[in-house]
């Protein structure tokens, strides 16, 4: 590999992470923690930026595409590189890091399927009660907001679904 290789960035390491930035801006959208009661803290945002970025990885996977996956695979980097330093710069100790992120990355992984079958399926109900489940943790959802955040989910899904592979591919993703 040589020196030089050390410095190489990954393919698609660039787009990767401007697509999770355009999920991240997704989730925080006002309207999310302000109408439908979703936590505004840490474990809230981090549920939102899950259902975001799990929805464009799941667009990037449906294009049975090499070149998609790859990129999907940049954004679940991407999304796991900020996480790192995201703890770092809350206080976490560097020993522990690499567990939380682990923990992270497997709540991820166990989100996005979750929500990825209940799309499949059409099943605006699993959707919610997944939702539910994940985001109102310590107390119940306000009445009608998982349904509604599902709502926006299927929403958001069709709008990745009908977004043109090469612009993806340069980094262009819309969410509403």
């Not at 925080?28 to 930026?49: C, H, I, N, Q, S």
């Not at 992270?104 to 997944?130: I, K, M, V």
């Not at 943790?137 to 599902?150: D, F, I, M, N, R």
Request: net charge negative.
């Amino acid at each position: 590999m040589g020196l030089f290789g050390l410095f190489r960035r990954r393919p698609h390491e660039r787009t990767g992470f401007e697509l999770y930035a355009a999920a991240v801006g997704a989730a925080r959208t006002p309207r999310f923690y302000a109408e439908l009661g979703v936590p505004d803290t840490t474990a809230g945002r981090y549920e939102l930026v899950c259902l975001h970025v799990g929805l464009l990885i799941r667009r990037l996977r449906a294009a049975t595409d090499k070149t998609a996956d790859a990129l999907g695979q940049a954004v679940f980097d991407a999304m796991f590189a900020d996480m790192d330093v995201n703890l770092r710069e809350m206080g976490i100790g560097d020993l522990s890091v690499g567990k939380r992120v682990k923990m992270l990355w497997e709540g991820f992984h166990g989100r996005a399927t979750a929500y990825a079958e209940a799309l499949d399926q059409g099943d605006t109900a699993a959707l919610a009660a997944a939702l539910e489940r994940n985001i109102w943790v310590k107390e119940p959802a306000p009445e009608g907001a998982g349904t509604e955040l599902a709502r926006h989910a299927e929403r958001v899904s069709a709008l990745l679904a009908g977004q043109e592979l090469e612009a993806l591919l340069r980094g262009q993703v819309h969410f509403a």
